[in-house]
């Protein structure tokens, strides 16, 4: 009411939303398995997602097709692609760690530093994911262009029925 300046009893506190009504309607114990973004691939039999170049998970090299891979076959899959690529940490939410893996001449870069697979191991540790560079929309691009910027959309499964409740824009700031 303070915001609108009119009383409606629809909105729910942020509070009541996080503690009861989430909760209740998604096992919290299942929010660090749905977070994984290596394993999105198995749980979404879709070719509408970001492509996957590498991912390491445990420790473990694996390529688009989850095939498990020496180190060095990981870097030279890595050096294979004469584009640029995005590089983020599979267990965290919110752009948080996501660069940009340049390739030029041979060699790779984030932050415009050479980096070697070992060092991408000690910035990024045992669970990461390689993608290539997905191209959004110039109009979704307009507010933030060098993020990408997603449209979310909120559903209940309610009686064995799928319902929309609502679509919201997330994007990049700063």
């Known amino acids: 009411m303070n915001f609108t300046g009119s009383r409606d009893l629809r909105p729910v506190p942020p509070a009541i939303m996080s503690n009861d009504i989430v909760p209740y309607?998604?096992?919290?114990?299942?929010?660090?398995?749905?977070?994984?973004?290596?394993?999105?691939?198995?749980?979404?039999?879709?070719?509408r997602t970001a492509e996957t170049v590498l991912k390491r998970v445990y420790g473990n090299y694996f390529d688009a097709k989850n095939n498990l891979l020496p180190i060095e076959t990981a870097y030279k899959l890595l050096q294979s692609y004469t584009s640029d690529l995005i590089i983020k940490p599979s267990k965290t939410d919110n752009g948080e760690g996501i660069a940009k893996l340049?390739?030029?001449?041979?060699?790779?870069?984030?932050?415009?530093?050479?980096?070697?697979?070992?060092?991408?191991?000690?910035i990024?540790?045992?669970?990461?994911?390689?993608?290539?560079?997905?191209?959004?929309?110039?109009?979704?691009?307009?507010p933030h262009p060098s993020s990408v910027n997603t449209l979310r959309m909120v559903t209940l499964r309610w009686e064995n029925e799928i319902r929309y409740l609502l679509t919201f824009a997330r994007f990049v700031a700063n």
Request: net charge negative.
């Open 102 to 122: 340049k390739y030029d001449n041979r060699a790779l870069y984030i932050n415009d530093k050479k980096v070697s697979m070992e060092k991408i191991e000690e």
């Open 124 to 142: 990024y540790g045992g669970h990461f994911i390689v993608q290539k560079v997905v191209e959004q929309h110039n109009i979704m691009a307009a």
């Open 25 to 47: 309607f998604n096992d919290p114990n299942m929010r660090e398995a749905y977070s994984d973004k290596t394993i999105y691939d198995k749980l979404f039999d879709t070719d």
